[in-house]
């Protein structure tokens, strides 16, 4: 598959694109960007010729080498750029979450499949082994059925964009549509994986602490309403702790993350399931690279 990579900042060119070049049957063959020296970086860092690198999107979506195109642009700018994709018949992956509004992802949604390509978000989370490992206890039933999850993501770090660009802009509404909780939106979908459904009813709690010039939370608390239980995720830009505690009806299940840190910016230490036959401890398999590249990658 001949990927093009719309959005050359931190993500897209740090993450994204060293996952795509170890990905066995995928390469890189164009690349977008506004800004030049993200660009550049691009080039030098896919291998891309200068014919590959484009500042307008539209021209990379109009190349017939792209079969499919990564979008790791801010919220803002995803809409329209994957509406256009879509039409031109490239497959998309998007990076979380899809658009600013609801309709909006709905669009793109059905703009997909009415092209007959396939939409995806980088729901990448799902594909770590730790928790994976978690839902494989629960789907397994060795704790019986999960009654509350609560996941802890109180420690999370608030890496700039790229310099070049606008290294603040998950601070700005209109950019991001959200803070903390855009930031790590990764915690709504693994609660409805480990709850085995969606929810039927949300309240939340957020503020902004910091008097930083923006405009967004950085301090959220989630409740959300499963037909079966219930999910509290509590996340903030800072130094708090992580984890994820699990309640079932035979037992219960908890990640410790080192120095109990907000994974994955600290590695994960082990989860400790303990149910009718006792307890039992499990390591977690590293991502074959740790940091937010091997995330990506796995």
């Not at 900042?9 to 995928?26: F, Q």
């Not at 989630?222 to 130094?239: C, D, F, K, T």
Request: proline residues 7%; aromatic residues 6%.
């Amino acid at each position: 598959m001949r990927v093009g990579l719309i959005g050359c900042g931190n993500v897209g060119v740090g993450a994204h694109l060293p996952a795509l070049a170890a990905a066995e049957g995928v390469a890189v063959v164009a690349a977008a960007d506004p800004t030049p020296e993200r660009l550049a970086i691009a080039g030098s860092e896919g291998g891309l010729a200068a014919d590959r690198l484009h500042p307008a999107w539209r021209d990379l979506l109009a190349r017939p080498d792209v079969d499919a195109v990564v979008i790791a642009t801010p919220q803002r700018c995803r809409t329209e750029i994957a509406l256009a994709a879509a039409a031109a018949g490239k497959h998309l992956l998007l990076e979380k979450p899809l658009a600013l509004a609801p309709a909006a992802a709905q669009a793109i949604v059905d703009a997909a499949a009415a092209a007959g390509v396939t939409v995806a978000t980088n729901h990448n989370y799902r594909f770590l082994p730790v928790y994976q490992a978690i839902a494989a206890v629960l789907e397994d039933g060795e704790i019986g059925s999960p009654e509350l999850a609560v996941l802890n993501f109180m420690g999370v770090e608030d890496r700039p964009g790229a310099g070049a660009y606008a290294p603040r802009w998950r601070h700005q509404a209109a950019e991001a549509g959200g803070g903390v909780l855009m930031d790590m939106l990764h915690a709504v979908y693994l609660a409805n994986w480990f709850l085995g459904a969606d929810p039927v009813a949300v309240s939340a709690f957020v503020d902004r602490r910091r008097d930083d010039g923006g405009d967004v939370e950085d301090w959220a608390l989630v409740r959300l309403a499963y037909p079966s239980g219930q999910a509290l995720l509590n996340m903030a830009w800072g130094v708090g702790p992580g984890g994820v505690e699990i309640t079932a009806t035979r037992g219960r299940a908890v990640l410790v993350n080192e120095g109990f840190g907000t994974h994955p910016f600290v590695p994960p230490r082990e989860i400790v399931v303990v149910g009718p036959a006792g307890g039992r401890t499990i390591v977690p398999e590293p991502p074959r690279v740790f940091g937010f590249a091997g995330v990506v990658e796995d």
